[in-house]
């Protein structure tokens, strides 16, 4: 599943380019965001990127908000659309993918200091007053990360293939992580800012079940409400045909699962051997004392008890 390697340093070359274009134009706006961004992934979306900035409050929850664009190689007005209707544009020359525009977003959340992000789609599908629901758990320091809930919402989708698809991605999400989740595409998400850049994002597609699995993985606190979901208006779906759509997010749930598996597997390893180093060098091993000594405390080798290094966001979260 990993990407070529010609491709990720042309990645970053593109993100590297996009980021200091968008500090030289936007300058201190850029570099002083507020509070919550809303990162948007646009691609020909001329026509509704316009209404759906339009209707994203400027405060929620006490909080100001800044919107942040990513026109992905689009062709046609959407950039200068979505500048008109206030919202600070990342022009990137080449359609990459969703998943790829996004990381871009959140990498200019983060560089402007944002502390929390919203993501929703171009397409006008998701509903802009529900973002202070979804940012609520968070602020009250409950949740890491809440992702929006058709299946505990509702949703005007009627496509039998689609819903169903919904709810098998949800169960197989849901065994993988062994966290119960409900709806594992939705596109409407609130998080902290710092979460996107702990988590490996490589996926330039069907980037949603990266996020997740990798937010699960990483041991941070996800959250699922109830949520609403409209019909597209305007343009038409990106997403194409129902079984390509399935196969590729399949394929790239069981890839993200397998990386993130292995990833956990090498850095237990890694404190194992950590913890072994330590008991040898403090001498006695902790249940045992030396002549004279009493047995250490809540330690192991001098090692804090957690498995999970300070750093590690496991180490003071749950799922």
């Not at 200091?113 to 993501?119: E, S």
Request: aromatic share 4%; with cysteine.
């Amino acid at each position: 599943m990993a990407r070529d390697v010609n491709n990720l340093s042309d990645d970053d070359a593109i993100d590297r380019a996009a980021s200091e274009a968008f500090t030289e134009e936007f300058g201190d706006l850029a570099r002083n965001l507020p509070p919550v961004a809303i990162v948007i992934a646009a691609f020909n979306e001329e026509g509704a990127i316009g209404p759906v900035i339009s209707a994203i409050p400027e405060i929620v929850a006490g909080l100001r908000t800044a919107t942040i664009v990513v026109s992905d190689g689009a062709v046609d007005a959407t950039a200068k659309e979505a500048g008109q209707a206030g919202a600070l544009v990342c022009e990137v020359p080449v359609n990459r993918g969703q998943g790829a525009a996004l990381r871009l977003g959140y990498r200019l959340a983060r560089e402007g200091g944002a502390h929390y992000i919203v993501t929703t789609d171009a397409d006008g599908q998701y509903d802009a007053a529900e973002i202070e629901s979804l940012l609520a758990p968070i602020l009250a320091d409950q949740a890491d990360f809440v992702t929006g809930s058709r299946a505990l919402g509702s949703e005007e989708t009627k496509d039998p293939v689609r819903k169903l698809g919904v709810r098998v991605f949800a169960v197989m999400i849901s065994m993988l992580t062994g966290q119960r989740l409900t709806d594992t595409t939705f596109g409407l998400r609130a998080m902290r800012a710092e979460v996107t850049g702990a988590v490996r994002l490589e996926q330039p597609q069907y980037q949603a079940s990266e996020l997740l699995i990798g937010v699960i993985t990483h041991g941070y606190r996800v959250t699922e409400l109830p949520a609403t979901i409209h019909r597209r208006r305007v343009g038409k779906s990106k997403k194409g045909n129902n079984a390509f759509y399935a196969l590729m997010f399949v394929r790239v749930v069981l890839g993200t699962w397998l990386r993130e598996r292995k990833r956990r597997v090498r850095e237990d390893r890694r404190e194992s051997g950590s913890v072994a180093d330590g008991a040898m060098a403090s001498g006695p091993v902790v249940g045992t004392a030396a002549p004279g000594k009493s047995v250490p405390g809540p330690e192991r080798g001098g090692l804090p008890v957690s498995d999970a290094p300070a750093d590690d966001p496991r180490s003071a979260k749950s799922t």
